[in-house]
């Protein structure tokens, strides 16, 4: 039977309410919830789709820092309809990608990201199914780790363990980060730290009385999505802040895989958004030292101070810290 296409305009509120629920209430470690091809498709067009603003944030970052994936095969594992895998190829090309390989506990779910996977990018070739034993090429999670019970985290991380590099973004809640930051400390050992850290050392998180921080930064919708009705009415019928994309990410790749460049050893990253006040900002940094609150003084860094103001994200920062003072900044903005 043909199905209509899914829409923006022709959106099925039912199922993604269904869905909704599901995402809010962590019912999804419970089982399979994708009920149909068009749950995907309604999920693609709309949650999937601000994971995917999410996602161009985090690859922005990973180029600004020279990064680019090892060649090999990618794994989208939990891919849902396959949004994270996408959008890894169309940022870094296909040239070194031997396959892309779709993974979910959802046959129907693999069958929708395969099918979008090869309309996308017609010349890649797309498998779905396990990832084989043996090495694993480049490895890409998306909001999958407040679905796993203890024993499934245990086998993604030992798949973890088998690839030669990660790409992990999860949602930017306490919770969800700090999960995440579990992860990357049980990583640690075998894997250099790309992103978003600036030092290979444990997370300064974990240091007492930081209890209450978990490192996020939010990323941005499309300009003029406000003023676009059927996101607007998606925003108001979901109950969700259209402008607010908050999210926690994790870049590794396998300790002496390619030569590592230190490049930004010696800076800081900015988690959270900066505080902008008059004639000052505050921003908690994490570097080699640990993590922190700076001030920057708008007499110390007038343009750079300029840009926070317009709510410029900013990600790295090279400084000389006198007391909580940032005194001579060196900044890097996507
Ligand atoms: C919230 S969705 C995210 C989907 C996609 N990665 C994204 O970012 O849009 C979580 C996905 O993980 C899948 N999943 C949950 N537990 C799994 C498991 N144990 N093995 C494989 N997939 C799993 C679900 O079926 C679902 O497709």
Redesign the pocket.
């Known amino acids: 039977m043909m199905h209509a296409e899914t829409t923006l305009d022709t959106l099925d509120w039912d199922a993604l309410e269904r869905l909704r629920d599901g995402?809010l209430s962590g019912t999804?470690a419970a089982g399979?919830?994708?009920q149909s091809r068009a749950d995907l498709a309604n999920y693609d067009l709309t949650?999937?789709q601000r994971?995917a603003w999410k996602w161009d944030a985090v690859l922005a970052e990973l180029k600004l820092r020279g990064w680019a994936p090892p060649p090999g095969e990618v794994i989208?594992?939990?891919?849902?309809?396959g949004?994270?895998g996408r959008c890894v190829l169309r940022e870094f090309g296909t040239e070194n990608v031997t396959a892309l390989r779709l993974?979910?506990?959802?046959a129907l779910?693999m069958e929708f990201a395969e099918a979008r996977a090869k309309a996308v990018f017609p010349k890649l070739a797309v498998t779905s199914g396990e990832p084989e034993a043996g090495r694993a090429g480049l490895l890409v999670l998306?909001?999958?780790l407040n679905?796993?019970p203890e024993a499934?985290c245990e086998s993604l991380l030992q798949l973890a363990r088998r690839a030669d590099a990660v790409l992990w973004v999860e949602p930017g809640t306490h919770t969800d980060s700090r999960a995440l930051v579990a992860m990357r400390e049980r990583l640690r050992d075998d894997f250099d730290l790309v992103a978003p850290c600036t030092h290979q050392a444990t997370c300064g998180l974990l240091t007492a009385g930081n209890e209450r921080h978990w490192c996020h930064n939010f990323a941005a919708p499309p300009a003029g999505i406000m003023a676009d009705g059927n996101w607007v009415r998606f925003a108001q019928r979901m109950g969700i802040d259209l402008r607010s994309l908050p999210y926690s990410f994790l870049a590794l790749e396998r300790k002496g895989l390619r030569a590592a460049e230190e490049q930004f050893s010696g800076w800081s990253r900015v988690v959270g958004a900066p505080r902008v006040y008059k004639g000052f900002a505050k921003m908690f940094s994490c570097g080699p030292g640990g993590v922190r609150d700076l001030t920057l003084q708008k007499r110390d860094a007038p343009e750079l101070f300029k840009r926070l103001r317009n709510e410029e994200p900013l990600l790295l920062l090279k400084c000389a810290v006198a007391g909580e003072r940032a005194e001579t900044v060196g900044a890097t903005l996507p």
């Open positions: 995402f999804g399979v919830y994708w949650f999937a994971i989208d594992w939990g891919c849902g309809s949004v994270a993974f979910d506990r959802s779910a998306s909001h999958v679905e796993l499934e």
